[in-house]
C-alpha cells in the first residue's frame, strides 16, 4: 500500500509595507509629505546658498542721493542687518543690564537672522534651537517671564519671525509651510511640558502673526512667478509676432518677384524659340544656340516656380491685372488726396524704363509711406520725390506734423506698424539702402536708394 503525502506551500508573505501602501491612501499621502519634508529642509541643511544682489536697484533708488544709489542693489542685506540689530537691541533692552546675558541672547537672535543670508534652511534650525536657549537665559535672569513671554522671550519672538520671513521668500511656499508646522510643534509641546507653571502664553500670537507673514510672502511670491511668467510669455509673442510678420512679408515680396523673374523667362524661351524663323536660312550653329537659350530659359523657370511655390498659399491666386510701376504713380497720390492727404509730387533726373521689380518695390515703398501718414499724422502734408541717378532710383518721402483733426484718436489696425519691415525687406532684397527717422519739424521722413545696374555702351552693342 503506497502512502501518498501532500505537501502543502505556503505562499511567502509580501512586505507588509507594500501591502499596506496599495491599500492605504493616507499613508501613502503621509509618506510623500515626510519625503519633502526630508527634501525641503533635512537634506543638506547647511548647503551654502548666499544670497546675490538685485539685478537692478529698484524704486528704492529714486530716494536714495546719486552717490548711494548704485548700492541700492544691496537693499535685501541691508533689511536684514536692520532686522538683526532690532533683534539685538530688544536682546539688550530684556537682559536688564546684565552684560553676559545681553551677548549671549543677541548671539542667539542675531545669529540666525544673518545666517539666513548664506544658509537659510540652517539658520531655521538654529533659529528653532535658540528659543529655548533664550528662554532659558532669560528666565534665569529675571524669574519673572511667566506672563506672556513664554515660550518666545522677546528676541526670540523677534528673531524667528524675522528667520521665517527671510527664509520662504529665498524658498518656495512647501518649505514655508512645513516651518510654521516645526514651529507649531515645538509652540504646542512646550506648552504640554511647562505650560502649567505659566499663567499665559504668546505661542498663539507668535503663531497668528508668523503665518499672517509667511501668507503675504507667498502670494508675493506667487505674483511674481506669475509676472515672470507673462512677461517671458509676451517677449515669446512679440518674438513670433515680428517673426511671422517678417515671414509674411517676404511671402508677398516673392510671389511679386516670382511673377515678375517668371514673365522676363518665358519672354526669352519664347524669343529664343521664334528666332531662328525670323532669319532665312540660319546657320546652324545660331539654330542651337538659340535651342540651348530656350532649355536653358524653361529649365530656369520650372526651378524657380519649385524653390519659390513653396511661399505660395495654396489658395492664393496670381493677380490678373499687371503689377504697378511708377507710372501708375500719379493714380495712386490722386487716391490718397481724395482721403485728405495734400501730397504733391517732385521728379528730378531723365526718366526711364527701369527693372520691373525695382519699379514695383518703389511704387510699393510711396504706398506704403503714404499710408503711414494718413494712419499716424491725419491732417499733414506729404512730398514724393523721385530722383533718376546715375547708379539708381532715390526715394524721399516726407510728411509734416499732423494738423488740426490730430485731436482723433488713431485707433492702431491689426498689423499697424509692420510696413516699415516690408520696406526695408524690399530694400534689402535689391541691395539697396534705406533710412526712415522723425523729421526735424515733427513729421516723418523716409529715404530710400535702390540700385540698378548700369547699361554700357558695349552692352547696348552686344544686344543690338
Known amino acids: 500500500m503506497t502512502e501518498t503525502t501532500h505537501t502543502q506551500t505556503k505562499p511567502e508573505p509580501s512586505p507588509a509595507g507594500d501591502g499596506l501602501l496599495s491599500r492605504s491612501p493616507e499613508l501613502r499621502l503621509a509618506m510623500d509629505a515626510l519625503a519633502g519634508l526630508r527634501a525641503d529642509l533635512l537634506n543638506d541643511p547647511l548647503a551654502y546658498r548666499p544670497l546675490p544682489p538685485r539685478n537692478k536697484p529698484g524704486g528704492i533708488a529714486r530716494v536714495l542721493p546719486r552717490r548711494l544709489r548704485p548700492y541700492a542693489v544691496w537693499t535685501p542685506h541691508a533689511l536684514v542687518g536692520a532686522a538683526g540689530m532690532l533683534a539685538a537691541l530688544v536682546s539688550f533692552a530684556t537682559s536688564r543690564g546684565d552684560v553676559l546675558v545681553a551677548l549671549a541672547m543677541t548671539f542667539f537672535s542675531l545669529g540666525p537672522i544673518l545666517l539666513t543670508l548664506v544658509r537659510p534652511v540652517g539658520a531655521f534650525w538654529f533659529s528653532l534651537a535658540s528659543i529655548p536657549a533664550v528662554a532659558a537665559i532669560g528666565q534665569d535672569e529675571t524669574r519673572d517671564y511667566g506672563s506672556g513671554d513664554w515660550p518666545w522671550a522677546p528676541p526670540s519672538f523677534v528673531a524667528h519671525l524675522v528667520v521665517l520671513t527671510v527664509v520662504a521668500a529665498r524658498t518656495r511656499q512647501r518649505t514655508a509651510a512645513w516651518m510654521w508646522a516645526l514651529t507649531a510643534a515645538y509652540a504646542m509641546g512646550a506648552e504640554i511640558l511647562f505650560g502649567d507653571r505659566y499663567f499665559s502664553s ?3 500670537p507668535f503663531l497668528f502673526v508668523s503665518a499672517l507673514a509667511l501668507l503675504v510672502v507667498t502670494v508675493l511670491l506667487v505674483r ?13 509673442t512679440a518674438h513670433e509676432r515680428s517673426k511671422r510678420t517678417l515671414l509674411e512679408e517676404r511671402t508677398t515680396i516673392a510671389r511679386e518677384l516670382h511673377d515678375v523673374v517668371a514673365h522676363h ?7 529664343a524659340e521664334a528666332a531662328p524663323y525670323r532669319v532665312e536660312d540660319p546657320p546652324e550653329e545660331l539654330t542651337k544656340a538659340f535651342a540651348t537659350i530656350r532649355e536653358n530659359a524653361v529649365a530656369a523657370l520650372t526651378e524657380l516656380r519649385r524653390v519659390l511655390g513653396v511661399v505660395r ?10 503689377q504697378p510701376t511708377l507710372a501708375d504713380l500719379d493714380a495712386l497720390l490722386a487716391n490718397v488726396r481724395e482721403a485728405g492727404l495734400g501730397v504733391e509730387k517732385v ?6 524704363e527701369l527693372p520691373q521689380g525695382v519699379e514695383l518695390s518703389a511704387y510699393r515703398i510711396v504706398q506704403e509711406a503714404l499710408s503711414n501718414t494718413l494712419r499716424h499724422a491725419p491732417g499733414a502734408s506729404a512730398r514724393v520725390e523721385i530722383g533718376y541717378v546715375l547708379g539708381g532710383l532715390g526715394l524721399r518721402i516726407v510728411n509734416g506734423p ?13 498689423g499697424a506698424g509692420h510696413g516699415l519691415t516690408g520696406m526695408r525687406e524690399r530694400v534689402s532684397m535689391l541691395g539697396g539702402e534705406m533710412t526712415a527717422a ?12 535702390l540700385p540698378v545696374a548700369r547699361v554700357t555702351d558695349e552692352d547696348g552693342a552686344g544686344e543690338a
Open 313 to 322: 498659399a495654396k489658395d492664393y491666386e496670381a493677380p490678373d491685372a499687371p
Open 347 to 352: 521728379v528730378t533726373g531723365a526718366v526711364r
Open 265 to 271: 523667362m518665358m519672354v526669352v524661351a519664347i524669343q
Open 224 to 236: 511674481r512667478a506669475a509676472e515672470q511668467e507673462v512677461t517671458a510669455q509676451q517677449t515669446v
Open 402 to 414: 499732423a494738423g488740426e483733426v490730430s485731436f482723433v484718436k488713431q485707433t492702431p489696425t491689426e
Open 202 to 204: 504668546n505661542a498663539l
Open 438 to 449: 522723425p523729421a526735424a519739424d515733427g513729421g516723418y521722413e523716409v529715404t530710400v536708394f
